[in-house]
Every structure is written in structure tokens, then in C-alpha cells.
């Protein structure tokens, strides 16, 4: 994890100095689980190729992560003061720097993608993943799709089909990605499958640990509740919601396991251990 924090802050530091840079660095160096890269990283282990190779890449997923949670935190989505424990980008500067330092980040991973040392094929097919997996036919229209709900008529499936593309595609992005720089392209839509799975359950997790948690112990603001937004809790239930994401988990790891020539063991640590977050 080290050697990712430095290879973020080498890539921020290559940038011009200004304020957006600062604003870029604040929340990029703000801390986080960088579940995305790491996912990336398992990955390439997992079909026994270095993971250094994929290290462009890993720092390109965080950076399009971080641009997307300082444009949900802006006053015109979330209207959220606290992320990460910190004031959220726009709180620390100003509104207008933050959304330029959300477009430096999301812009800046693709040049950090294109500059790799990976193959070319695999550069365009690595960029063309992320590009949709984040954009209009992914994490953006999950965006939209939140941003355009009717509090208190959203059904679960309604709700699922949010977080599929919310949260779910920039969870399958890494582990397709990493499909493809360990040359196993038959293997991506698999992964992205998996990715959607544990997505869900993570997304789930996060609503369960938004009423079990203070702000201060979450690291975010509840916006959800402020916004009177519904949420897996107040569909299905405290108790039902938690019994579906133990069982998104478990199947997703299963999943994992049946991936033919893939050690599934690091990987299955790892989700298992995203079940466990409490933050």
C-alpha cells in the first residue's frame, strides 16, 4: 500500500503547481481504503504476473474513484462537508476548485493509462474499460439515476439497478482491467459480473454502516438521511439487507474460486476482508 501513496503523490507532483493541484493532492492524499487498486494488484497475483505492471493503472482507478467522490460530496449532488474524516474539496477550498480538481483527476488517469509500460493493446483496451465502466454507461449514470430518484417510490430494483452502475462498475473496472494486462480477455466479463456482485453488497454494507455509525466514526457526513434518501435499510429492512450482502459476498467469492487458471486465496482475503470494514 506504501508504494501505491507514493506513486500517487510522484504522479500529482509531475503536475504544474496551482491551487487545483492542491486540491487534486488534498483529497487523492486524504487516505481511503484503495480497495480499486488493490483489487487491481490481486488480480494480476492471482494469475501469477508482477503487480507492479499494473501500477499506471492502479493509481489511474484511484484517481477516477477520487474525482467521482469529490463531484458526489459538491452542494448540487450530496451537498456532503466531510469525507475521509477531512472537509470534503469543496469545504477546504472553494466550489469551483473542486470541480476542476474532480475534471484534473478524471483526465489526468488517462494520461497516467496511456503512459504505462504495458502493451499497447493492452492500453487502449485497459482505457476503453475504465472510460465505460466511469462514464455516461456506468458510474455516470448511476449518478444520474440517484440524483434523478423520487424520495420514498424507489423499489429495490430500482435502488439495485443504481448501484450496479454507481458503485458497481468502478468495482469491476480493476478486476477487468487486471484480466486484461495478465492476457486473460476471456476472463472479463466474468469479472465484471463479480465486480457488480460485490459492488452491491458493498453499497449495501454502506447503508448498514451509515445508521450504525456517527459521521465521525463513518468519515463521512449522512447525507442519505439528511436528504431523506432511500436506501437498502429502509427497503428491505436492517436485518434483510444484512443477510443479502453475507450472501453477496459469499457468492462472489465463489465465483472467484471457479475462474479457471486464477489462485483465488489473495483475492478471497481480500473481499473477505471488505466485509468486514467498518468504515
Request: net charge negative; charged share 25%; proline share 3%.
Amino acid at each position: 500500500m506504501m508504494l501505491l501513496e507514493e506513486l500517487l503523490k510522484e504522479a500529482i507532483e509531475r503536475l504544474p503547481q496551482s491551487n487545483v493541484r492542491n486540491a487534486m493532492e488534498y483529497s487523492l492524499m486524504a487516505g481511503g481504503k484503495r480497495i480499486r487498486p488493490v483489487l487491481l494488484q490481486e488480480t494480476l497475483k492471482g494469475y501469477g504476473i508482477d503487480p507492479t505492471l499494473g501500477n499506471e493503472c492502479a493509481c489511474a482507478i484511484e484517481m477516477v474513484h477520487t474525482y467521482s467522490l469529490i463531484h458526489d460530496d459538491l452542494p448540487a449532488m450530496d451537498n456532503d462537508d466531510l469525507r475521509r474524516g477531512k472537509p470534503t474539496c469543496h469545504k477546504q477550498f472553494d466550489e469551483a476548485t473542486a470541480i476542476l480538481a474532480g475534471d484534473g483527476l478524471l483526465t489526468y488517469a488517462f494520461s497516467c493509462i496511456l503512459s504505462s509500460s504495458i502493451e499497447a493493446s493492452a492500453k487502449s483496451a485497459c482505457a476503453l474499460i475504465l472510460a465505460d465502466m466511469a462514464g455516461a454507461a456506468g458510474m455516470v449514470l448511476g449518478q444520474d439515476l440517484d440524483m434523478r430518484e423520487q424520495t420514498g417510490q424507489t423499489t429495490w430494483e430500482d435502488l439495485k439497478k443504481i448501484h450496479r452502475y454507481k458503485t458497481g462498475c468502478l468495482l469491476s473496472a480493476p478486476l477487468m482491467m487486471g484480466a486484461i494486462i495478465a492476457g486473460h480477455a476471456e476472463d472479463v466479463d466474468t469479472w465484471h459480473e463479480i465486480g457488480e456482485m460485490i459492488g452491491l453488497a458493498f453499497q449495501i454494507q454502506d447503508d448498514i454502516l451509515d445508521v450504525e455509525l456517527t459521521p465521525e466514526e463513518f468519515g463521512k457526513s449522512n447525507s442519505d438521511a439528511r436528504n431523506d434518501k432511500v436506501t437498502s435499510v429502509t427497503v428491505l429492512g436492517k436485518a434483510d439487507a444484512e443477510a443479502l450482502m453475507k450472501e453477496l459476498y459469499a457468492n462472489s467469492i465463489e465465483r472467484i474460486s471457479n475462474i479457471r487458471g486464477f489462485d483465488s486465496d489473495g483475492m478471497s482475503s481480500i473481499v473477505a476482508g471488505i466485509q468486514s470494514r467498518r468504515k
